[in-house]
């Protein structure tokens, strides 16, 4: 058996907190770790705990969490985060995604969706846990998890000589 997904919980609404918490035990492969409610109590979380995976809320009651994203990502580079917030100025998700956040789901959630964005992130470690080198289509999908692979007739063929 591989080891488990190690995963945190920033979210300031204990009672959200606990519906991730809930939909995470139903998912194989995941283990929720700890829940913080504010960014000083995350900060210590993520000090002692190193997550694989932090789900992240933006607006907690001390910081933003698109703050507390900069020390997740100098305090345990080897962390990914999910936002999942009501945050959906411009502004923050352009932070998230230059952020290398890894996901982006807006409130309210449903199970399917948090679902399908843990499997896809699932997927996206073992793959870059391969030895070696990755053929194009799995580097593809790292970006672009849902996008199906091309069907043998999709495939376009290059001028002879050209590689």
């Known amino acids: 058996m591989s080891k488990l997904i190690e995963v945190l919980i920033i979210e300031d609404d204990p009672r959200i907190a606990d519906i991730h918490r809930r939909f995470i035990d139903k998912i194989d492969g995941f283990i929720v770790v700890g829940s913080a409610h504010t960014g000083a109590e995350a900060k ?14 933006v607006y907690l009651p001390d910081m933003m969490g698109t703050e507390l994203m900069t020390f997740i990502q100098a305090e345990s580079t080897d962390t990914d985060i999910i936002f999942i917030t009501a945050a959906a100025e411009v502004s923050v998700v352009k932070q998230a995604f230059r952020g290398g956040v890894i996901d982006y789901i807006l409130k309210p959630l449903t199970f399917d969706r948090i679902q399908d964005s843990l499997h896809a992130y ?6 870059l846990a391969s030895p070696g080198k990755l053929q194009e289509e799995s580097i593809q999908l790292l970006w672009h998890p849902f996008k199906s692979a091309p069907n043998s007739t999709d495939i376009t063929l290059t001028p002879k000589g050209i590689d």
Do not use: G
């Not at 210590?44 to 809320?57: E, F, G, Q, T």
């Open 44 to 57: 210590d979380w993520i000090a002692a705990m190193k997550p694989d995976l932090i789900l992240l809320d």
């Open 122 to 127: 699932q997927e996206k470690r073992k793959t």
